[in-house]
């Protein structure tokens, strides 16, 4: 099973839902949705306590938890490209691979567009459907890479 239908499938399971929207990108992901939800069976007893499991060990990661929808970075005044930071980020703060991390952020934050231009306007931070401190973040990229 996908990951996305893990996700569909959770929401879909709650008392009181009559709908899940899913932000599909293709055909292929538009498939997977229709084979789980054309017959839909909300999670069972063992499937529940997988995701709670999930639930753990994500919640013990120091992973930035940015799902690169890229809401944020549309009305950023520096053009800053929060996600690709965030991704190089987690590279070194899960990974410990700081050379690939270091490389990814200099590709992801060119001259102008580094974490440390950000001014601090609250814009990005607004836009964010999972409320992550993206400033406080971009200045411990900041820190890590420059
Ligand atoms: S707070 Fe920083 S990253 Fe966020 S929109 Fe403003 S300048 Fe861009
Ligand atoms: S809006 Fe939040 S979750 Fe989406 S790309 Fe930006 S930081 Fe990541």
């Not at 009181?16 to 789980?36: A, C, F, K, P």
């Not at 799902?67 to 490209?81: F, L, M, R, V």
């Not at 814009?123 to 992550?132: D, G, K, L, N, V």
């Amino acid at each position: 099973m996908s990951c996305a239908s893990w996700a569909i499938r959770f929401a879909a399971s709650l008392d009181g839902i009559i709908t899940v929207l899913s932000g599909m990108s293709n055909i292929e992901q538009m498939r997977d949705n229709i084979s789980y939800m054309k017959d839909f069976r909300p999670l069972d007893d063992k499937e529940r306590e997988i995701i709670r499991k999930a639930q753990e060990i994500l919640h013990s990661s120091a992973a930035i938890p940015c799902t690169a929808c890229h809401y944020c970075t549309e009305g950023c005044p520096q053009k800053i490209s929060i996600p690709d930071i965030f991704s190089a980020m987690n590279r070194q703060l899960v990974g410990g691979q700081l050379d690939q991390a270091k490389k990814a952020y200099l590709e992801a934050a060119p001259e102008g567009r580094r974490a440390s231009d950000c001014i601090g306007c609250g814009q990005c931070e607004r836009a964010c459907p999972q409320h992550i401190k993206i400033i406080e973040n971009l200045r411990l990229g900041a820190r890590m890479f420059e």
